[in-house]
């Protein structure tokens, strides 16, 4: 089912008074660090510091009272879980979350203090493994990225960010799954004629890159630090969306991610994982495509990250914040 406007608009209603309308607002660090307008949707200082809430009470509101009275599940990397933990908790439904071992230590305590029972594995591979088996056993599936109801309520990020920002050309979406780069796309697109989309990954994280190429979701072992975008595939449902509306997907390294994680702390004044952090060097390749006359647009999806986290990432890449753009030096690689 290839989500609409419509769709977006209608998640937008069901769940108005349950999420927050983040702000987007002009960046004048990141103008001036990128030679471009700079908008910023602040998704990050949504319930649970990321966009999942949205999608995760559009799922929970519409559930049945068998499907209630089941409980809930879901696979994570941290956001989702998070974000279903915390929406189960405040609706009186019984949650289990499934994660890799891998998943940061703040959010698997964050979903075990929302109420939520905690299943570890080895990988993120094992845990949609155990998930298949739980929902087997009859708990009822919340999905990150493969349902349109979940597609639908991530889009009305773009939604809020069209009617903030009209005046955006290029917008930088972060791509796990595939679920807010389609919401945001099919919103982005119907509303702002001419508007072009781009999605970031990281390396280790890029099931969606390597599903472009393959021309249908393919599996990966991810390895990217960026546990929240280190889907183990993409989804038909989003792949159809990404590859009818989204310009190109551009895939950056770690170490650049978490570049752009500390520009966006020194320049923009905001504290952000390396899953938002990867837009800021990807930004600057979407300029060197399109030239010097766009207004960009980032979706700061998440900021779940610990200063610890952020120490050591730095210290391991030697990383520094991106130098600022200047005419004729390359974008990083």
Do not use: Y
Not at 51 to 56: L, S, T
Not at 172 to 195: F, M
């Amino acid at each position: 089912m290839v989500i609409s406007l419509d769709d977006v608009r209608a998640a937008a209603d069901g769940i108005a008074g349950h999420v927050l309308r983040t702000p987007t607002l002009p960046s004048p660090g990141l103008s001036a660090h990128l030679g471009v307008p700079v908008s910023v949707k602040l998704e990050l200082l949504q319930r649970t510091g990321s966009f999942k809430p949205r999608g995760a009470f559009a799922k929970l509101l519409g559930l049945s009272g068998p499907e209630r009275a089941a409980g809930v599940v879901a696979v994570s990397g941290g956001n989702h879980g998070l974000a279903v933990a915390d929406t189960a908790g405040s609706l009186g439904i019984a949650a289990t979350i499934v994660m890799p071992s891998s998943a940061p230590e703040r959010s698997v305590a964050a979903c075990r203090a929302a109420g939520a029972d905690v299943r570890l594995t080895d990988d993120m591979a094992g845990a949609f493994a155990l998930l298949d088996t739980l929902v087997a056993e009859g708990r009822t599936l919340v999905h990150p990225f493969d349902d349109a109801l979940v597609l639908a309520a991530q889009g009305t990020v773009g939604l809020e960010l069209a009617a903030d920002a009209p005046e955006v050309t290029d917008v930088l979406v972060s791509i796990g799954g595939g679920a807010l780069i389609a919401g945001v796309a099919t919103a982005l697109r119907a509303t702002l004629p001419g508007v072009r989309v781009w999605g970031v990954e990281t390396e280790g994280a890029d099931a969606m890159s390597r599903a472009l190429a393959a021309g249908e979701p393919v599996p990966i072992a991810p390895t990217s630090i960026a546990s929240t975008l280190s889907a183990p595939f993409v989804s038909a449902l989003t792949l159809e969306h990404v590859s009818a509306l989204v310009e190109e997907v551009l895939v950056v390294s770690d170490a650049d991610a978490v570049r752009g994680a500390l520009t966006l702390a020194e320049e923009a004044k905001v504290w952000a994982e390396p899953s938002a952090g990867c837009l800021v060097p990807a930004a600057h390749r979407v300029l060197d495509r399109v030239g010097p006359d766009a207004h960009l647009g980032l979706v700061v999806c998440g900021g779940n990250v610990t200063a610890a986290d952020v120490a050591g990432w730095t210290t391991r890449f030697g990383a520094t914040p991106l130098p600022r753009r200047e005419a004729g030096v390359p974008a990083p690689r």
